[in-house]
């Protein structure tokens, strides 16, 4: 289930071909990639297959995965894998996901994503709740 670590939005299981594609997990990472591509042309132009935020993972989706990768130098496995570091100190995929969204929409924003009135409900309100991860810092 996708969760808030402040500063940063995580997921429980990774996202990728193969992987577990927990509903909610891919719902976070289709959502992130499609407002950072609203936000960022000239600097990433993702792929011309479009992708909705419905919690499926379709090759479409590892398209998109793996152009952003090669956009911030990540490596290129089409998989965004959980963060697993307390102190977010590996920059994988989902931590460039969280900063490229922070960068182009703003701290205030994306500090509370949950208001963002196109993201799901599910996902608002997996978000929107606070969940003890004492492994992974302060969660809110």
């Given at each position: ?12 299981a ?7 594609n ?10 992130l ?27 479409a989706?590892g ?31 989902l ?7 922070r960068?182009?929409f ?26 003890a ?8």
């Open positions: 289930m996708a969760y808030k670590v402040n500063p940063f939005y995580n997921i429980d990774p996202v990728g071909q193969g992987q577990a927990k509903t909610l997990d891919v719902k976070l990472v289709q959502f990639l499609i407002k950072v591509a609203s936000r960022t042309k000239g600097k990433w132009t993702p792929p011309a297959a479009a992708i909705a935020v419905d919690g499926i993972y379709t090759p989706l398209e998109w995965i793996k152009s952003y990768q090669t956009t911030v130098h990540a490596t290129r496995d089409g998989i965004v894998h959980p963060q697993v570091n307390p102190h977010w100190k590996h920059f994988g995929t931590v460039s996901l969280n900063a490229s969204f960068n182009n703003g701290a205030a924003r994306h500090d509370d994503i949950a208001a963002e009135s196109d993201l799901p409900a599910d996902l608002r309100s997996a978000l929107g709740a606070a969940k991860r004492p492994e992974m810092g302060t969660t809110a």
